[in-house]
């Protein structure tokens, strides 16, 4: 049985996902990609007995780096809680990329997406690598 992202994929995704997921895996881009997995933001409390979490559509958890993509569902007040979870998250030193389309993810933008995501994750590499020489 592999153990890989492959296998920890939620099922049901959206077609935007599903052109995002194929473009990253041609650019090699899926190395410590995960999905569907849950980061918690904030504990339970009165006010959210759940708590406060949030899933990317696309997590690299070796690096902190989560992608969004935004459909024409985040607009209005789902907008003001994106910016409450883009600010918590970053606040736990994950960086966030949000990619907004509507109605329709063209082929123009996941080639733009991959582009962001494979510099993105350069620079997040990089970055790790020289915190690692420092030590």
Not at 39 to 60: K, N
Not at 106 to 133: G, M, N, Q, W
Request: with cysteine.
């Amino acid at each position: 049985m592999r153990n890989d992202f492959r296998d920890r994929m939620h099922t049901g995704f959206p077609e935007a996902e599903r052109k995002v997921f194929t473009a990253l895996s041609k650019a090699r881009l899926t190395k410590g990609m995960v999905t569907g997995k849950a980061i918690q933001l904030r504990p339970p409390s009165e006010r959210e007995p759940h708590g406060l979490s949030t899933t990317p559509d696309f997590e690299w958890f070796d690096v902190l780096y989560g992608l969004y993509l935004d459909g024409p569902v985040h607009k209005g007040k789902r907008l003001n809680r994106d910016d409450e979870i883009t600010a918590l998250l970053t606040a736990k030193g994950w960086t966030v990329s949000r990619w907004s389309y509507a109605p329709k993810l063209s082929d123009r933008h996941v080639e733009l997406i991959v582009e962001l995501v494979s510099k993105t994750l350069k620079e997040l590499r990089e970055r790790d690598k020289l915190k690692c020489k420092q030590i």
